[in-house]
């Protein structure tokens, strides 16, 4: 079965820190995701990665970075964190025959004070 | 600009009652929909999903009903039970393209 780590799961910083969450997978899936959850929003993709050192930008990825170096890892950097980051953050890999299914971990709730 | 329009935000349904949640799109390059549930303080799971060649799919209480020429698919949950109580969200994808457009989700309460 396919398992996400995040870390860490819960953060409070403060306004105009840099922030680095991790999503570790177990298994060589290629696709990985960051995704943001905020009430009246739905799930929005942040950034998304097709390889090592292949990603691109999701719909909301102003203020956020990201890198992939190995397959197993990918991290989503928040350069200067605002209050509006505050957020529950997931991370998702593709899964199935056809990459089609996204599978999520258990999510890392930011607050930024 | 949401691509995939979910409806209602919110849900509350007697137990054996059935729940429906509706959503709408645009795009019709969409070619895969999912329906995900998420309880407190977990990640989004998949339910059931459906491809555009078919009109309905059920598994077990679920089922999706899916209208392409309205862009519109449903989710039921038929004899709905206080277990079932969580938000559920609908998404699209293309394939090929590896992103999944979420719906902004609805809370499902259902009373004992």
């Known amino acids: 079965d396919a398992g996400i780590t995040q870390s860490p799961r819960h953060k409070v910083t403060e306004t105009g820190t840099p922030v680095t969450l991790r999503c570790h997978q177990t298994?060589?899936?290629?696709?990985m995701y960051w995704y943001r959850q905020d009430p009246g929003h739905g799930l929005r993709l942040i950034h998304y990665?097709?390889?090592?050192?292949?990603?691109d930008k999701g719909e909301v990825s102003d203020g956020y970075s990201v890198s992939r170096s190995k397959t197993e890892d990918f991290l989503l950097t928040l350069e200067s964190a605002t209050s509006s980051q505050t957020s529950v953050y997931f991370c998702?890999?593709?899964?199935?025959?056809?990459?089609?299914?996204?599978?999520f971990g258990q999510g890392t709730r930011l607050t930024v004070v | 600009q949401q691509q995939v329009k979910q409806s209602p935000q919110s849900l509350i349904v007697q137990k054996g009652g059935i729940s429906i949640i509706n959503c709408a799109y645009e795009?019709?390059?969409?070619?895969?929909f999912p329906w995900y549930q998420q309880f407190p303080g977990k990640g989004p799971a998949l339910l059931i999903a459906?491809?555009?060649?078919?009109s309905e799919k059920k598994e077990g209480r679920f089922t999706i009903s899916f209208n392409k020429s309205a862009k519109q698919f449903s989710l039921h949950i038929m004899d709905s039970q206080p277990g079932d109580s969580a938000t559920y969200f609908c998404?699209?994808?293309?394939?090929?393209?590896?992103?999944?457009?979420f719906g902004t989700g609805t809370r499902l309460k259902v009373l004992a």
């Open positions: 998702a890999i593709s899964v199935g025959p056809q990459d089609t299914e996204a599978f």
């Open positions: 298994e060589n899936h290629r696709y």
């Open positions: 990665s097709y390889g090592v050192k292949d990603t």
């Open positions: 795009n019709t390059a969409f070619d895969y």
């Open positions: 459906i491809r555009p060649d078919v």
């Open positions: 998404a699209a994808s293309t394939s090929g393209t590896y992103k999944y457009i």
